[in-house]
């Protein structure tokens, strides 16, 4: 009998002949794109994404009958917030050039197992995490076409938004929902972009309004609108956090991006520039996104650079385009040859005997599939 995990590696390795999910336009793909030129087109950095990936699934899965990757825990099963990112990496290789009943099949078993190891997906405590998880399933509707997926997520919002935000320091939603002692720039940037991706399934405006008003506040209170960082939080007390993360600034992209194209509002499309002009100010020699001490943050670089991309897509904006495919040309040459995965620093090849954790690999997966959208 054919087990999930078998549903996602057949179909990781079937890219020959995969027609795209979402554009409808029927093209096959069969090949990389070895024109001159190559590495700036969408379809090569798209298939080293899908080369990565498949690397990943195969180095990391739990077993031949689970289709969750694990997360370096001695193999127990991976943390909720990992498994939401390997959500969204399936989700990377299924939304552009996959059969839709291939790409809807993927993402279902996926998704049943992950419902299995979490069979209360509210109850993580990090408001972020549960909106990951609630922004990876407002992707799947899209990529599946199945209201499922878009209620899950509604669900989700809808109780953090009546729970978790109040007045209490001007405004805001909550780090944790178990401790209300801090609000961050990660739960309420997560939130924005939930609800500006319901609002654009739904066009119930509520969300578009909702997701304003947390954003107004992110912005007041975590954005320093001359340099373009974004804080990590603000205690209860009114003490700031200053540690700056590479992913807050990405998350503030996206959710800046989604509120211009849902208003038009020259303010959002300004904030965006400025906090992207300060993540390629703040890379490292090369241009090359500093490696992330912590396995967390070091997965969120590649997220960061997928937000990015939304913005590298623009007229004027070519310099943020060239710095993600600066980005993935050195992750591509510096991955490692025997396994295909990638280290934390992109700029360097892990030796052999290097253990590379699931947040490292995932996250140059992500920067090449962003790497693809910025070619788009």
């Known amino acids: 009998m054919t087990t999930r995990l078998a549903v996602v590696l057949v179909a990781l390795v079937a890219l020959g002949g995969c027609k795209s ?3 409808g336009s029927g093209v096959v793909h069969d090949a990389p794109d070895q024109r001159p030129g190559g590495e700036d087109r969408e379809l090569y950095w798209y298939q080293r994404g899908a080369d990565a990936t498949k690397a990943i699934w195969a180095k990391f899965r739990l077993s031949d009958d689970v ?3 694990a997360d370096g825990n001695g193999g127990i099963a991976p943390s909720y917030r990992f498994s ?3 959500f969204d990496l399936l989700l990377d290789n299924v939304s552009t050039f996959w059969r839709k009943d291939l790409a809807t099949e993927a993402v279902d078993a996926y998704f049943g197992d992950f419902s299995r190891v979490y069979p209360d997906r509210a109850a993580n405590f990090r408001n972020g995490d549960v909106l990951r998880w609630a922004a990876a399933c407002t992707r799947a509707s899209l990529v599946t076409g199945k209201g499922m997926y878009l209620e899950e997520a509604r669900k989700l919002y809808d109780a953090l938004w009546l729970q978790q935000v109040d007045n209490t320091l001007g405004g805001g939603m909550w780090h944790r929902n178990d401790a209300r002692n801090a609000k961050s720039a990660s739960a309420n940037l997560c939130a924005v972009i939930v609800a500006l991706n319901l609002y654009h399934a739904t066009q119930d405006v509520k969300y578009l309004l909702q997701g304003r008003k947390l954003y107004k506040w992110t912005a007041e209170h975590l954005f320093d609108k001359s340099t373009g960082a974004v804080c990590e939080g603000i205690l209860v007390d009114g ?3 200053t540690f700056a993360w590479t ?3 990405g998350l503030f992209v996206g959710a800046s991006m989604r509120l211009y194209r849902a208003t038009g509002s020259a303010v959002y499309l300004a904030n965006a520039k400025k906090a992207a002009d300060r993540m390629v100010g703040a890379a490292g020699p090369g241009g090359i996104v500093r490696c992330a001490e912590y396995t967390e943050e070091s997965i969120s670089n590649g997220i960061a650079l997928r937000h990015l991309a939304e913005l590298a897509r623009r007229p004027g904006c070519e310099r ?5 495919l600066a980005n993935a040309r050195a992750a591509w040459t510096s991955r490692r040859l025997s396994d295909g995965l990638n280290g934390p620093d992109w700029a360097k090849t892990p030796f052999a005997t290097d253990d590379v954790l699931p947040p490292h690999a995932v996250s140059a997966a ?3 599939f ?6 788009r």
Do not use: K, N, P, W
């Open 247 to 249: 992913g807050d600034i």
């Open 239 to 241: 003490r700031y956090s």
């Open 84 to 86: 939401t990112y390997a």
């Open 320 to 324: 943020y385009r060239e710095f993600i």
């Open 370 to 375: 962003a790497a693809s959208r910025a070619c």
């Open 67 to 69: 289709a969750l990757v």
């Open 21 to 23: 999910s979402e554009s």
């Open 366 to 368: 992500f920067l090449y």
